[in-house]
């Protein structure tokens, strides 16, 4: 995690990353309904999550994991940093998981990245603004593997 980033920053991105896992599990289950009865979680509970009226709980956060094959303790530990109350309980949550975020934040930068590559090319006048998204993803990536991160595994090496 950057240091210089500020505790609303950090709560922003743990939902935005939550918020981009929901997003994700609906277009794979076939809708809202259809995830819902799969992870006996009801439409409207899952709606206050994905409009910010509502935190995901970690529970719920680690089911929506196992659902797109990713370790669930990435997703709880995303809904606990997203929920904290106070910059000492986040901080709390990033060193016992620093590993986990930074595996998942390598995963979310890799969908970002296949997500631009697939806009750009069906973009027309907008395709050079994903292809520019894809490459900085893709430089981050590559900044924190040669920092010394490791790839989780459903990356298969791949970004």
């Given at each position: ?85 106070s910059e000492a309980e986040r901080l709390y949550w990033d060193q016992l998981f620093q ?35 894809a490459k900085e993803a893709r430089e981050a990536i590559a900044e924190a593997v040669a ?13």
């Amino acid at each position: 995690m950057d240091a210089t980033r500020q505790p609303s920053d950090l709560s922003r991105d743990d939902a935005y990353l939550v918020h981009a896992m929901l997003a994700e599990a609906v277009i794979r289950a076939g809708g809202v309904r259809a995830l819902g009865r799969q992870l006996d979680w009801s439409v409207g509970a899952m709606g206050r999550v994905r409009s910010g009226k509502e935190k995901i709980s970690p529970f719920r956060a680690a089911r929506l994991c196992e659902y797109l094959g990713l370790e669930p303790r990435l997703g709880a530990v995303a809904a606990l940093r997203s929920g904290a109350k106070s910059e000492a309980e986040r901080l709390y949550w990033d060193q016992l998981f620093q590993s986990d975020l930074i595996q998942f934040e390598l995963l979310t930068l890799s969908r970002i990245v296949r997500h631009a590559e697939t806009k750009a090319n069906s973009a027309g006048a907008d395709a050079e603004k994903y292809k520019r998204a894809a490459k900085e993803a893709r430089e981050a990536i590559a900044e924190a593997v040669a920092a010394g991160a490791k790839l989780p595994p459903a990356m298969d090496g791949n970004y």
